[in-house]
Structure formats: C-alpha cells, structure tokens
C-alpha cells in the first residue's frame, strides 16, 4: 500500500485523469451534435385562427402545415431531427396573436413560426418579430406595402393577385365596379390600389362600402349595388362574413349572371362553407387553384384526399403554407442550424416545384415568385382556370403606381384613424 501522502496524490491524479476523460467525451459529444446527430425536436409555432370569425379560412391552412411538418418528419426530419409544431389559436383576435407569438418565441423556443391570416393580425405580429429577431412565415395574399427582414412572405403581392385582376376585369366582365370589403387594413389597402389603377385604365367606380370584420349585415351595401349597377363587384371581405355576403346578395336577387364578383379572398374552402350554388359562376384571384393540372398538384391532392377523405379541397394559402414550410427546411438543412440567425442567410433564393408551380423566395424582398391565375367557380364548387400568367411573376411589394412615401403616408393615415389599431372598431 503508497504512503498516505502518495496515496492521496495518487487519488488526485486518478480523478484528474477521469475530469479530463469526462471533458473530451463532452467535447467529442458536443462535436458530433454540431455535425447534425440528433439533439432532440426542433420546435416551430403554428399560430392561425381555429375559433372566431377568420377559423373557417385558417383551419386549412393549419391542416396544410402540419402536413408538411407530417412530410418531413417522414422523411427523417431536419438535420436528423424531427420537428415538434406548437399549435396555437389566435382566436380571430390580433391582441391574442402578439401574446401567442410572444410565447412562442420567448417561453417555447420555437425555430420559426408559420402563421397569421388577416394584414391586421401580421401587422400586430410584426414588431414582436422583429424586436426578437424570430421570423414568420406568412402564407396568405395581402395588399403589400411592407417589407421586412423578419417575414417571409409566401402569399402573393398586389401585382401577383389585386392589379392582373383589374386588366383582367375590365378586358372580360366590364368597366363600371363596385368595391365591397371588411373594414380593416387590406381591403382599404387593395381597394386604394384598385381605385388608382381602375381610374389610370379609364374605369368607372361606381361605389364604395365596408362591413365590420365578422360582420353579417349586408343589406345596405347590397341595396348600394342594386343601386349603382356595377359591371362586376370587386370583393375584399374576409372570414366567415362572406357567408353572409353571399346569402344576402342571392337573397336580394342579384345573380353572377346579372352583376358576377371577383374575390380577393375567396378559395375552394369558402366556397364549400358558403355553397357552390351561391358562388356558381363568380371569380377569384389567385395563385393556386385546386385544378391546376401539374403532377406535383395530383399528388398533393391524392395526399390531403387521403388523410382527410375524398371531399377535402386545397386552397391557394394550404399551398403557400405547405411550401413554405419545405423552403424552411430547406433554409435550415444548408445552414446546419435551425436558429434563424444561422439559417436568415439562406432564405432567399430558396426554390421549389410547389404544387402550382416553381416558386422562390426573392433575396431582396422575401417575397415569393409566384404564377398569377383567375378563375370561375363550377357547379361543383371548383374553378375553371380561365387566366394564368404561364410564368412566375417577380414579387413587387409596393406597386409603382404611387410612390413608396406615398404609399406609407396612407397606411399611416387609417393607423390613426383607428387610434393606432389596424382594423375599424365594430
């Protein structure tokens, strides 16, 4: 047996060498983390409205999410991790939106968030990004006019949705509209571009009316078209408030034959919640529709017709979600990291074949390439593509019509006329 004192050098050694032992297994562990090994879910937010009045647009998009989420992590995840989504309702209220994403992002450590329907709901949203440098990815339509490094925008921009329509428009339905809307940020937005575009094309707007986000009551704005007799109606309502529109207006005896609308925000999912036969004959614009006659698409629908049964329809936000969850991934994978100050680099130019087509995410913008179509609903709640622009149309954010301090000046005029809120009080 060593001598105390060489007994107790020879137990300080040995637990210096099991330190160091411990160390470099710690070093090696955290090496191999690094190179991609598994190191537990990656956790995203998926923040949209399932109860309130936007819950009859917003469910599908939440269903299209999680298929991709689903699609990855079938494939083996991100970086050899799955990926765990963190579902939220924002309850069709855009205070309980900036709370939710604020939770997300602070309490759940989530790598991005997919989200938001409404302009109001992502313009409360936005400054809650933004201080956390986090990122959302927004997949619906919207009047444009915004920019920002913490969006990325897979919806389209006024010039891939809002201005084609009104060439379209009166090339094909007539010259003499009539603009109806929620009373919030983008239809008064898009309605402002409709107005200048429509005058600079020698147009006619014969009439201008707002209902109440969620409103129901129709019966005045209905009474004002019957009045002016508009040529088409160009319609900016959202969420379930175009149920009552449409019920009210077929009450009232005004037929797409005698006087058609072109919608903003009308997919396969409102027509099939309102009634094909209400909508027969009407139009929308998008940039997807659930005919678009790609392989991608056919198997994009077998899939969603799989899982939720043969009656389901896709939607032009379900497709923009859908992918912009893979161009997420994609994002992710070449950074190595799911933190977006690693993976923000590789964002832009991200591209795909999505279901509707090739689509990308411009560097500049972080907005989405994207191809313009029109469409008329079938009997069958279906649209017949009547119009496609044949190409990706690059983003234009803020259309050249006016000029960009114009633009922000009238966009800050409706923020303090509704006391710095984003939507009409009801």
Not at 94 to 109: H, I, N, S, V, Y
Not at 287 to 313: C, I, K, L, M, S
């Amino acid at each position: 047996m060593p001598p105390p004192g060489l007994r107790k050098r020879y137990l300080t050694g040995a637990a210096l060498v099991a330190a160091l032992g411990l160390f470099f297994t710690i070093q090696v562990f955290d090496a191999a983390t690094e190179a991609g090994r598994p190191r537990g879910p990656i956790k995203v937010g998926v923040l949209h409205s399932l109860t309130g009045t936007m819950a009859v647009s917003e469910r599908t998009v939440v269903d299209a999410t999680l298929f991709a989420i689903d699609e990855l992590n079938r494939r083996g995840g991100v970086l050899g991790r799955k990926i765990e989504p963190i579902v939220v309702d924002g309850r069709s209220d855009w205070p309980t939106f900036a709370a939710e994403a604020e939770r997300l992002l602070t309490r759940q450590g989530v790598s991005t968030v997919f989200g938001c329907w409404t302009s109001a709901c992502r313009k409360t949203v936005k400054p809650v990004f933004e201080r956390h440098d986090q990122v959302l990815f927004y997949p619906v339509q919207y009047e444009g006019l915004e920019q920002s490094p913490n969006i990325v925008y897979t919806g389209a921009a006024p010039n891939q949705q809002i201005i084609p329509a009104i060439k379209w428009s009166l090339d094909n339905l007539g010259r003499r509209i009539f603009l109806v809307g929620s009373d919030y940020v983008f239809p008064r937005t898009a309605n402002k571009i409709i107005r200048t575009q429509v005058n600079a094309l020698q147009g006619e707007i014969v009439g201008e009316d707002y209902e109440s986000l969620g409103g129901k009551n129709f019966g005045r704005i209905i009474d004002a078209i019957r009045a002016a007799k508009p040529d088409v109606v160009f319609n900016t309502i959202n969420g379930d408030s175009n149920l009552a529109f449409y019920r009210q207006l077929r009450e009232a005896g005004i037929t797409s034959a005698e006087i058609p609308v072109m919608s903003f925000s009308l997919a396969e999912a409102e027509v099939r919640a309102i009634g094909p036969a209400l909508t027969e004959g009407d139009y929308a614009a998008r940039n997807y529709f659930q005919t678009v006659d790609t392989p991608e698409n056919a198997a994009f629908v077998a899939a969603f017709r799989a899982r939720h049964g043969a009656a389901y329809v896709t939607t032009a936000p379900m497709e923009a979600a859908y992918f912009g969850v893979l161009l997420w991934a994609k994002a992710v994978e070449e950074a190595g990291s799911p933190e977006f100050r690693d993976f923000r680099a590789h964002v832009g130019g991200q591209s795909m074949t999505a279901p509707g087509g090739i689509v990308s995410i411009d560097p500049e913008t972080l907005h989405t390439w994207k191809t313009v179509r029109i469409g008329r609903v079938r009997a069958d709640g279906g649209f017949d593509i009547l119009w496609d622009s044949q190409r990706p149309v690059r983003p234009v954010p803020f259309p050249s019509i006016l000029a960009r301090a114009e633009w922000l000046d009238f966009l800050d005029g409706l923020q303090r006329g509704w006391n710095g809120n984003w939507a009409a009080p009801p």
